[in-house]
């Protein structure tokens, strides 16, 4: 697969999850703004294994942007341009104590966890690859690692209220 | 891994601990797959958390705190105490220790229990000081311990002439008993003494070959009625040979309370754990109580019939009258005391020489009711003084209504029978001279017994 093949791929799947989230033509929009980024300032990124996280990272960003815009126009609260303050570009304080918000849940979440989810969690943040981790805890075969880390997530996303965000 | 389970990467995306091999599967997967790209962008929220190092360090500290918690100290230990399997564990344990300090408790209960019982029926074998009533060695072995003291003491040995060794010591035995006051104290007071006093035993009062053979003497009272004090010691029977009636004289109480292993040594083991003495345990049955025991253990197959009397003055002691309100006759009448061996009925007949024989009692020579006579329940008889002789008639079956008695039965045989007097000590009738008559066949029914009073 070459960069167009993987990108034309990749514009299909961006538009079908934007559309889930987002109207059609704001999906359509937003799809478009992500290929754009991908097309000029990415450009030099071919391989799919690269290509492929990059287009969430993107996507993430570019559907947060469209987020704080339409709350800054005042599309969901239809308020006054002039009552809202100037965009800068760094981290405004709400989306620094969004952040630290989240990383509360996170931690909270993260002691909920039995021992070996947490042992696991552990082992991950330290950058142990899955087999690394599969010789740590002493397992014969991967996939049983794979199985404790599925349900080590889905339990840590009950905890955290069933979304990341 | 199959493309299906491509989902179980999504915590090492996340993490971005994915190998090359893995993040290329998953690149794949994800390009022809919505749900799983839904899923994969839905986790770039938590893959931008984590890759922030100052949230990864946050989060890496906050885990290793948690587990350097858990995993060692006391917490650990108390985690672990508190879990379901520690519990269980613990309880367990606590349980198999209760369990076994009271099993050894138990134990060494038991084999105190066993080393008592063994000292006690040990000690007494040894030393010889309890006798067998059924190998009656008690008589011979206080005869002789007695004999140097009889002889040392020429006032108390009465001369008794020629005669057989085995029928003088016999003879000295009554010689010995003069003195009762002194015996019973001896009992109460020093039990050690017992075994040096003579007068602790059964006494066997056999007569010289020429009182009375026949069986109008057999048992003529030596001292009947004489004194308001003293019980009526009724005649032993005088027999053949002096060595026989020793032996049958101690076969005849022994025969009453049963012979069998299992009568001595229960007997005797009740003795050992009352401490009682030897006079204690040769001494017939107390109030019924030492019978009943008696009756629970006797062997009751080969036991012949037997009966146990002894008279009594009024005079002596306020004793109960069956009849009431006749006690205007006590002043001048005596009791028989009467006990079997076995469950029967009795009668008690009054001899005054020529006229016919006269039922004492019952009254109604048909009340089998009051003629009951329960095994070693001891009955007592009020009889009016006057007559001759008494004779009682012992018999496993109720009495024909007719109150006149055949003339085989009046006669009865001294060969049929064997008798034994002992002196008894028992509180309250003191010195009491008992008479056991038991009758030499075991197959026997009946029982006859002549009571000489004058």
Known sequence: MNRDQILATLRERILA??????????????????????????????????????????????????????LRRGEYHQESVEDQPLADASDNPMVQL???????????????????????????????????????????????????????????????????? | MADDDIEKLLGGFAADTLTPEEKRRLCNTVLHDQ???????????????????????????????????????????FGWFRRPAGLAWTGGLTAALFALVLGTNIYQESLRQSDRLTTNEDAPLAAGSIPSPSAAPPTSSRITESEPKAQASP??????????????????????????????EAIQTEPDKLQDSPQSFPQTVPQS???????????????????????VPPKAPAIDDPTTQVGSALNARSLFYGESQEVVS???????????????FDRPTR???????????????????????????????????????????????????IEANQDSFFQVWGEDGSLPLQLLFPFSAGDPVSSRLLTHQRRRIPILAGHRSIMIRLSLMPFETPSTMDSDVTTPSLRQHLQESSASLEAFIPQEQATYVVSRDPSASTLTVRIPLH
């Open chain 2, 155 to 184: 006032q108390q040995a009465m001369p008794v002439g020629k005669e057989a060794p085995l029928a003088r010591r016999a003879k000295q035995v009554p010689a010995t008993m003069a003195n009762p006051k002194e015996e019973q």
């Open chain 1, 98 to 165: 969004d952040q630290k918000q989240r990383v509360d849940r996170l931690l909270t979440a993260m002691t909920q966890l039995g021992e070996r989810c947490r042992e696991l969690f552990k082992w991950k943040l330290e950058g142990k690859s899955f087999p690394e981790i599969q010789q740590l805890m002493k397992q014969t075969s991967i996939n049983t690692i794979y199985t404790w880390d599925l349900r080590c997530r889905r339990e840590l996303l009950t905890f955290m209220g069933g979304s990341w965000e």
């Open chain 2, 287 to 337: 109030k019924g109580e030492q019978g009943a025991r008696l009756t629970e253990t006797r062997a009751e197959t080969s036991q012949p019939l037997g009966i146990r009397y002894s008279l009594v003055m009024n005079g002596m002691k306020d004793l109960h009258d069956d009849r009431n309100g006749e006690t205007s006759l006590r002043t001048s009448s005596f009791d028989l005391m």
């Open chain 2, 266 to 280: 229960s007997a005797m083991k009740e003795k050992q754990e009352g401490r009682y003495s030897v006079q204690e």
């Open chain 2, 209 to 231: 070959k020429g009182d009375t053979p026949d069986v109008a003497d057999q048992s003529r009272a030596s001292a009947p009625l004489t004194s308001t004090s003293a019980p």
């Open chain 1, 17 to 70: 999850f934007a559309t889930l989230r987002v109207s059609r033509d704001r999906a359509e929009d937003l799809t478009q703004d992500v290929l754009t980024v991908l097309h000029e300032k990415y450009s030099q990124v071919t391989e799919l294994v690269e290509l492929v996280p990059l287009s969430f990272q993107v996507l993430r960003y570019k559907m947060l942007d469209a987020h704080r815009k339409a």
């Open chain 2, 35 to 77: 749900q799983l790209f839904n899923l994969f962008a839905d986790e770039q929220a938590l893959k931008e958390l984590l890759t922030d190092p100052v949230v990864r360090e946050k989060l890496l500290r906050s885990l290793r705190e948690t587990t350097s918690t858990t995993d060692g100290g006391n917490v650990s230990w």
